[in-house]
């Protein structure tokens, strides 16, 4: 029988990436994996999928705004998965119980595992306090916020081992937490078994040019400047095209923001995609484009869109971010400031009137992305499962 792991998480499985890509790493090193997760609309309680035994609970992904009811969405979670991790760890003496956050406290459901010789990993894939700030827009004095930061210390030092998804975070965490184990830095890069490397860098202008973004669409990402940037640059760009992925509310609004902008002839929603198809749109275009609005939160954050653009070789133009200059210095990432639609466009312009500049950002970026590729993360994460395995 194979040693067996448990994780949990706040998240539905298998639509959580982090979560999906590290069982799928623990099943291809020879680990058996359970997931406890959300419950999920048209999916069964329990289900295998790739080889992970999936338990799903009796609570939803609260979608709304309001703090209380986030609160009591976490606390109906956290009881039902401290009962059902306790009953499965008798059943299957978990080596390892990996926590995945948000909420940090979620790690004390798993206490009766650790006191029966479990180690315990807080995976933190946000965080909290600087969370809270952006999403409920309260200063770092707000009670919530000094809550939060008790209850993160708290939970850092509960745990064996400690998961942080940049190194801004894991400097954060270390002078704020002081914790009792090492912090390893696992990124959201590029899942290489389902987006390869490309040698072939962006066509021409010569063929038109097409910018794209893909993932969520909130107003933090910033879309709204992105189609502001479109009117800036219509006419001044041969066969310029703006396709955008996703589909949500979000998206109905943005329409509107394109005819009203006079650019729905260029802006083009593309709707949800399979995940499989992105690296296909990916290679038609001639650039990517992350418009993130930088704020406490978001400047602390690395996006795995990025990494998809930069493993395709295809240039950048992204908001100035902290966590992102942190891999990709200046020369390597068409960089703009945060919410300016004028630089957003200037910066486009210059790629298309120079597309050997955007071969040479897009080679820059991918040398510099080696260090942090995903089977560097992947070794990193099995070597923290293997040191506390062996403890």
Not at 80 to 98: G, I, M, P
Not at 176 to 205: F, H, L, Y
Not at 246 to 263: C, S, T
Not at 300 to 311: D, G, H
Request: charged letters at 25%.
């Amino acid at each position: 029988m194979p040693i067996r792991i448990c994780m949990v998480g706040y998240a539905e499985y298998p639509g959580d990436v982090r979560i999906r890509r590290e069982a799928e790493s623990l099943i291809r090193a020879g680990y058996g994996v359970d997931v406890v997760c959300l419950q999920q609309a048209g999916k069964p309680r329990r289900e295998t999928v790739d080889q992970v035994r999936v338990y799903r609970l009796g609570v939803s992904k609260y979608r709304g705004t309001g703090a209380i009811s986030y609160a009591i969405s976490y606390v109906r979670f956290f009881l039902q998965a401290a009962l059902l991790v306790s009953r499965l760890h008798l059943a299957n003496h978990y080596v390892v119980v990996q926590f995945h956050t948000l909420p940090d406290f979620v790690i004390f459901a798993g206490l009766i595992p650790r006191l029966l010789g479990a180690r315990l990993i807080l995976d933190m894939h946000e965080v909290t306090p600087e969370f809270y700030m952006t999403k409920f827009k309260v200063g770092p004095g707000h009670p919530m916020v000094r809550l939060a930061k008790f209850i993160e210390k708290a939970s850092v030092r509960f745990a064996d081992g400690i998961i942080v998804v940049t190194d801004p975070i894991e400097r954060i965490v270390t002078r704020r937490c002081k914790p009792r184990c090492p912090i390893v830095v696992v990124m959201n890069t590029a899942d290489e078994r389902r987006i390869a490397p490309s040698r072939e860098p962006p066509t021409g202008n010569q063929e038109g040019f097409v910018a794209m973004y893909h993932g969520t669409l909130t107003p933090m990402y910033g879309l709204e400047v992105a189609i502001r940037a479109m009117k800036i640059l219509k006419g001044k760009i041969r066969g310029l095209e703006f396709r955008i992925f996703g589909d949500n509310a979000e998206a109905r609004y943005l329409k509107d923001i394109a005819v009203q902008m006079g650019v729905d002839d260029i802006v083009r929603f593309m709707g949800r995609v399979p995940q499989d198809e992105i690296p296909g749109y990916i290679q038609q275009a001639q650039v990517g484009v992350l418009p993130t609005l930088r704020d406490t939160f978001i400047d602390l954050s690395f996006s795995n869109k990025l990494a998809e653009y930069v493993l395709m070789r295809r240039p950048v133009v992204a908001t100035r971010l902290n966590s992102t200059l942190e891999y990709f210095p200046d020369g390597s990432i068409a960089y703009f400031e945060s919410g300016n639609a004028e630089d957003l466009a200037a910066k486009l312009l210059h790629l298309y009137e120079n597309p050997e500049e955007g071969v040479r950002q897009a080679a820059l970026a991918f040398e510099n992305y080696q260090r942090i590729r995903w089977p560097v993360m992947e070794r990193r994460y099995l070597d923290l499962i293997a040191g506390l395995e062996d403890r």
